[in-house]
């Protein structure tokens, strides 16, 4: 398994804004996972895109994936304070051991 | 919506101790999981587990600590002489499946050593 590196490190927006944030691995997937953890509490998947899958969407969530670039990103349209959170990706081949990076720390205010 | 629930939500032990930290999975899920948090720090894999027994651990998954799934409900870690280390949230997860699965995650269970 492998760690997914997210970027930027932190973003900070308006409500009503868009918020993208990138993800980078490095060896083949079978799939990607976008997760999303609000301060402290647990983890909440979001979006499972595959490896065949170029773009999935999810209510105000749009995920591409590329593998020829080995990149992934999500986009959350009309952001609320709500998605104030760390969002993190989890690259998964032949496992389903996730492995978690820094995230994306994504602040929304009002 | 089903949910993983988690016991405690907060336990304070002292070092030597053992503690259990207890889950409820999803009930149709099959495979289960520990991670855990360390304050200001990476979530980490612990451990997996299917059909009553390990899959998958991880190099902090050491003798000091052990699963189980006692009954058709329930799935425990057990961390036996605790240190100030392991001090962190632990969180649960379970899975339908394995590969192309999502994993549902549990609040997490804050434990303190002191």
């Known amino acids: 398994s492998q760690q997914g590196e997210e970027d930027p490190q932190a973003l900070s927006i308006q409500e009503g804004e868009n918020a993208t944030m990138n993800c980078s691995y490095k060896t083949s997937i079978n799939n990607l996972q976008w997760y999303r953890q609000n301060s402290g509490r647990g983890l909440v998947h979001l979006i499972l895109?595959?490896?065949?899958?170029r773009e999935k969407h999810s209510g105000r969530l749009r995920v591409t994936l590329d593998t020829s670039k080995k990149s992934s990103s999500l986009l959350i349209t009309a952001s609320r304070a709500a998605d104030t959170a760390s969002y993190f990706c989890?690259?998964?081949?032949?496992?389903?051991?996730?492995?978690f990076g820094t995230g994306t720390r994504l602040q929304v205010f009002p | 919506e089903p949910e993983v629930t988690q016991t405690p939500s907060h336990q304070v032990t002292q070092m030597g101790q053992e503690v259990i930290l207890r889950c409820v999975p999803i009930s149709n899920h099959l495979y289960f999981y520990w991670y855990r948090q360390i304050l200001g720090q990476k979530v980490e894999f612990l451990v997996s587990f299917y059909n009553n027994e390990i899959s998958e651990k991880s190099e902090i998954f050491d003798d000091q600590f052990s699963v189980e799934r006692p009954d058709g409900s329930n799935f425990t870690l057990k961390i036996r002489s605790t240190k100030l280390e392991d001090s962190a949230m632990y969180f649960c997860?379970?899975?339908?499946?394995?590969?192309?699965?999502?994993?549902?995650f549990g609040p997490g269970t804050r434990l303190t050593v002191t």
């Open positions: 895109i595959r490896s065949n899958e």
């Open positions: 997860a379970s899975s339908e499946g394995q590969l192309s699965y999502e994993q549902y």
């Open positions: 989890a690259p998964l081949q032949n496992t389903d051991k996730l492995i």
